[in-house]
């Protein structure tokens, strides 16, 4: 594929694209810094507000909301024009984060909480979902880097941005800052994706896979607080459950969250979602990774903080490289191979090193695992946002209804796999009882053969990257 073919940084950039691309990647950013900025500062806000007793809360309703709304998307666009759909996304997020800002007790802040994931949800999944209209197809792979690499972003602003406010008494200021980021970027929408396409009939309302998504969700989100390692891991094989049979509903149903091309045989695309989610699945191990630094090492708050973005810093690197590949297919196979790879270094060395050696492995393996995420992901999002068909022409015909859904399920996988890696830590950890090495022995171990079997499992996917 020439450079042409595959399109270019500059042709990302160029007139008529580059409002586009910042309102996708904004919408992103604005979602995915709330997720890793509350974690920072909800300490102060317990202290000024209260509510202790619901310290899980405030994260476990965002993304519960987030996973439902994001199921919608597909429904939303075929309703509401591209422009408008985004504009009321921003404004249920600036909305959501005002009332928390504004909070004067635990109560109010739950609420704000929940409105902000609704309208997060849909920013994050209509950033994959609009990147077929706003972008030609030659480039989407690099539409798909720039966004997905938004979380790498927020994952190094996002706690920096929470501790400072935090540290200063002012929290509030934090979604404060998020308000005033939307509207920003909502001062753009209007000619950013004033070219988007006229909505589609929408079909019937997916309400069955909704409650099923949903319950998974927030199964998978108790899971992960559960200090039992029994009552954690009946919450995980109950999520699974759940998801199982939000398969087999979407397989029977017409009113599905999914394309229709998940189900059909021969189609590579629910092999490409399952890695998507393995690899999004395995880098919920950054969540706990401060926490090991800290027990484990001894680092300080802000060295353990370092050691955290080790992997979301590898994740943006290996997009921005990756993204450029004229060769797709090698790469989506080495990424998951890396990703194994970095888990498996840092579990071996939580087994026979200690002191700085060991740190030293830590960083060397969550940076080649971020890296092999990085990889792999621009060519996984773009080829579910193409309904996995490899031919430009047959995804030019294909309804574009099922299209839309194809990419809003991109957001959709990314969450629920997102929930899945927590809940998992969360058993993995218990699994240590009080000895912090035992957990986190059992923390990287768990996430190593996780890694593994994906990397095992990757080729059927490559069938359908183009």
Same mark, same amino acid.
């Given at each position: 594929?020439?450079?042409?073919?595959?399109?270019?940084?500059?042709?990302?950039?160029?007139?008529?694209?580059?409002?586009?691309?910042?309102?996708?990647?904004?919408?992103?950013?604005?979602?995915?810094?709330?997720?890793?900025?509350?974690?920072?500062?909800?300490?102060?806000?317990?202290?000024?507000?209260?509510?202790?007793?619901?310290?899980?809360?405030?994260?476990?309703?965002?993304?519960?909301?987030?996973?439902?709304?994001?199921?919608?998307?597909?429904?939303?666009?075929?309703?509401?024009?591209?422009?408008?759909?985004?504009?009321?996304?921003?404004?249920?997020?600036?909305?959501?984060?005002?009332?928390?800002?504004?909070?004067?007790?635990?109560?109010?802040?739950?609420?704000?909480?929940?409105?902000?994931?609704?309208?997060?949800?849909?920013?994050?999944?209509?950033?994959?979902?609009?990147?077929?209209?706003?972008?030609?197809?030659?480039?989407?792979?690099?539409?798909?880097?720039?966004?997905?690499?938004?979380?790498?972003?927020?994952?190094?602003?996002?706690?920096?941005?929470?501790?400072?406010?935090?540290?200063?008494?002012?929290?509030?200021?934090?979604?404060?800052?998020?308000?005033?980021?939307?509207?920003?970027?909502?001062?753009?929408?209007?000619?950013?994706?004033?070219?988007?396409?006229?909505?589609?009939?929408?079909?019937?309302?997916?309400?069955?896979?909704? $409650? @099923?998504? *949903?319950? %998974?969700?927030? /199964? !998978?989100?108790?899971? =992960? +607080?559960? #200090?039992?390692?029994?009552?954690? &891991?009946?919450?995980?094989?109950?999520?699974?459950?759940?998801?199982?049979?939000?398969?087999?509903?979407?397989?029977?149903?017409?009113?599905?969250?999914?394309?229709?091309?998940?189900?059909?045989?021969?189609?590579?695309?629910?092999?490409?979602?399952?890695?998507?989610?393995?690899?999004?699945?395995?880098?919920?191990?950054?969540?706990?990774?401060?926490?090991?630094?800290?027990?484990?090492?001894?680092?300080?708050?802000?060295?353990?903080?370092?050691?955290?973005?080790?992997?979301?810093?590898?994740?943006?690197?290996?997009?921005?490289?990756?993204?450029?590949?004229?060769?797709?297919?090698?790469?989506?196979?080495?990424?998951?191979?890396?990703?194994?790879?970095?888990?498996?270094?840092?579990?071996?060395?939580?087994? $026979? @090193?200690? *002191?700085? %050696?060991?740190? /030293? !492995?830590?960083?060397? =393996? +969550?940076? #080649?695992?971020?890296?092999?995420? &990085?990889?792999?992901?621009?060519?996984?999002?773009?080829?579910?946002?193409?309904?996995?068909?490899?031919?430009?022409?047959?995804?030019?015909?294909?309804?574009?209804?099922?299209?839309?859904?194809?990419?809003?399920?991109?957001?959709?996988?990314?969450?629920?796999?997102?929930?899945?890696?927590?809940?998992?830590?969360?058993?993995?950890?218990?699994?240590?009882?009080?000895?912090?090495?035992?957990?986190?022995?059992?923390?990287?171990?768990?996430?190593?053969?996780?890694?593994?079997?994906?990397?095992?499992?990757?080729?059927?996917?490559?069938?359908?990257?183009?």
């Amino acid at each position: 594929m020439s450079e042409e073919q595959g399109g270019s940084w500059a042709q990302m950039v160029a007139p008529g694209r580059r409002g586009a691309v910042t309102v996708l990647a904004g919408g992103t950013l604005m979602f995915a810094i709330d997720t890793y900025v509350t974690a920072s500062l909800l300490p102060s806000a317990v202290a000024e507000i209260g509510g202790p007793e619901f310290y899980a809360w405030p994260t476990t309703l965002f993304l519960l909301a987030a996973v439902v709304a994001s199921s919608l998307t597909s429904r939303v666009l075929a309703t509401v024009p591209a422009a408008r759909a985004y504009l009321v996304a921003l404004a249920v997020f600036a909305l959501g984060a005002l009332v928390d800002a504004l909070a004067p007790s635990m109560a109010v802040l739950l609420v704000g909480r929940v409105v902000q994931g609704l309208g997060g949800g849909l920013l994050a999944a209509m950033g994959y979902a609009l990147i077929r209209v706003a972008l030609p197809r030659t480039l989407w792979t690099r539409g798909s880097a720039v966004i997905a690499a938004m979380w790498g972003v927020a994952l190094i602003v996002g706690p920096g941005l929470g501790g400072i406010l935090a540290a200063a008494g002012q929290w509030r200021w934090a979604f404060g800052a998020l308000v005033l980021g939307s509207l920003v970027i909502a001062a753009i929408v209007p000619s950013a994706l004033r070219r988007a396409r006229a909505p589609i009939s929408p079909g019937p309302f997916p309400v069955g896979s909704v $409650l @099923l998504v *949903g319950a %998974a969700a927030a /199964v !998978l989100s108790v899971a =992960g +607080l559960a #200090a039992s390692p029994l009552v954690a &891991g009946l919450g995980l094989l109950l999520a699974l459950v759940l998801l199982v049979l939000f398969v087999v509903h979407e397989r029977r149903t017409s009113a599905a969250v999914l394309p229709r091309a998940t189900f059909r045989p021969g189609s590579p695309l629910r092999w490409i979602y399952g890695l998507m989610a393995v690899l999004v699945g395995v880098s919920g191990v950054e969540a706990f990774v401060p926490l090991v630094g800290q027990q484990v090492a001894g680092l300080t708050p802000v060295s353990a903080g370092f050691l955290g973005v080790a992997l979301g810093a590898g994740w943006v690197l290996g997009e921005m490289v990756s993204a450029s590949a004229r060769r797709p297919r090698p790469r989506v196979l080495a990424g998951p191979v890396l990703l194994a790879s970095g888990t498996v270094l840092v579990a071996a060395a939580l087994l $026979l @090193l200690d *002191g700085t %050696a060991g740190v /030293v !492995l830590w960083a060397v =393996g +969550l940076l #080649a695992g971020g890296f092999g995420i &990085g990889t792999a992901w621009p060519h996984l999002a773009a080829s579910a946002i193409g309904g996995a068909d490899p031919e430009p022409a047959s995804a030019a015909e294909q309804d574009e209804g099922e299209a839309d859904k194809a990419s809003a399920a991109v957001t959709t996988v990314q969450m629920l796999a997102v929930s899945v890696g927590t809940a998992l830590g969360g058993v993995a950890l218990a699994l240590g009882g009080a000895d912090p090495l035992a957990s986190a022995r059992w923390l990287f171990a768990t996430f190593a053969v996780v890694a593994v079997l994906g990397a095992l499992t990757a080729r059927p996917a490559v069938r359908g990257v183009s």
